[in-house]
């Protein structure tokens, strides 16, 4: 069974920057898309950023050119850069991987961009 566990949410200061991790463990098909969702409160969930294994990216609006999204495919890891951040990056964000047949989801990591 594939699992995916987050790390590296915290509180931030607006302007800072915050890394998070997204690992994956289990049997996962070598060609799959990693990404990233994020669910401020009260808010729909909103999509952030996704990475393909063959190394194409892409990005909501709302955080293209602050974030940046990359994967190391020897440990099936995707990871995103924010930086620029503002307060309403405030949510809680959530990795998933999607491939043939599967979709799985973390539980989530929470950012809280606050002075």
Known sequence: QVQLVESGGGLVQPGGSLNL???ASGR???INTMGWYR???GKEREWV???ITVGSTNYGDSVKG???ISRDNAKN???LQM???KSEDTAVYFCYL???GMEVWGKGTPVTVSS
Request: glycine share 0%.
């Open 66 to 68: 602050r974030f940046t």
């Open 77 to 79: 890891t995707v990871y």
């Open 98 to 100: 999607r491939t043939v």
């Open 28 to 30: 996962i098909f070598s």
């Open 49 to 51: 950023a996704e990475a």
């Open 21 to 23: 991790s997204c690992a």
């Open 39 to 41: 669910q401020a409160p």
């Open 83 to 85: 930086s620029s951040l």
